[in-house]
């Protein structure tokens, strides 16, 4: 079983609408977790970090489901520039790893 | 611009020469990672590093690949004997501390290819 499995997508949707991502980890003993964005062959960028209690930033929320082993990114109002893939990254269990999703490709159509 | 460093951006190699890349991480950050990126595939966790030690090394090829992070200069991941399957983007990101809570901070990556 892959550390971090993510649904490729390709999610194509319209401007302003609201779109959902999840992402399954396998070790339960994970502690950090994070939601990049990757553009295409560019270098990955931090968008936001997951916290316990789930977390907003602007447009994007974050969640993280520890019994079910989810984490969640919602993006509302999707724009034209959230056309990017997606990574989800998990912490390994000895800290010295992140394992990051295959990603999830989200195209965003005007 | 004080991102993670990486040099050069693309690298042309023939098969069974060497490749050596380079990684100047975030100021301030001592912890070092290299992933590797096939086309369409997702980021691979290669090495961790610190400042003179190698701290986890378990996803990097037993043969032809090294990586180190002196005292003075850059981090090197160092390929040798180059084969076609070595073809990827390889990218470098830095953190501040140990702490696995930390996010890392990618650099531009280096595009090797083998011919």
């Known amino acids: 079983r892959k550390e971090v499995e993510q649904d490729p997508g390709p999610f194509n949707v319209p401007e302003g609408a609201t779109v959902a991502f999840n992402c399954t980890y396998s070790n339960s003993a994970s502690q950090s977790f994070f939601w990049y964005r990757q553009d295409c062959r560019k270098e990955p960028k931090l968008l936001m970090s997951v916290y316990s209690s789930g977390n907003e930033d602007g447009r994007f929320t974050a969640q993280l489901n520890r019994a079910s082993q989810y984490i969640s990114l919602l993006i509302r109002d999707s724009k034209l520039s959230d056309s990017a893939t997606y990574l989800c990254?998990?912490?390994?269990?000895?800290?010295?790893?992140?394992?990051f999703g295959t990603g999830t490709s989200l195209t965003v159509i005007p | 611009n004080a991102g993670v460093m990486q040099n050069p951006r693309h690298l042309v190699r023939r098969r069974g020469q060497e490749a050596r890349l380079r990684c100047s991480p975030m100021?301030?950050?001592?912890?070092v990672y290299w992933y590797r990126q096939l086309p369409e595939e997702g980021l691979k966790f290669m090495v961790y590093?610190?400042?003179?030690?190698?701290?986890?090394e378990s996803g990097m090829p037993k043969e032809r690949f090294s990586a180190e992070f002196p005292k003075e200069g850059p981090s090197i991941l160092r390929i040798q004997q180059v084969v076609r399957g070595d073809s990827a983007a390889y990218f470098c990101a830095s953190s501040p501390s140990r702490q696995n809570e930390e996010p890392q901070h990618f650099g531009d990556g280096t595009r090797l290819s083998i011919l």
């Open positions: 990254v998990v912490n390994s269990n000895t800290g010295n790893q992140f394992y």
């Open positions: 100021k301030g950050h001592s912890h």
């Open positions: 590093l610190q400042k003179e030690n190698i701290i986890d």
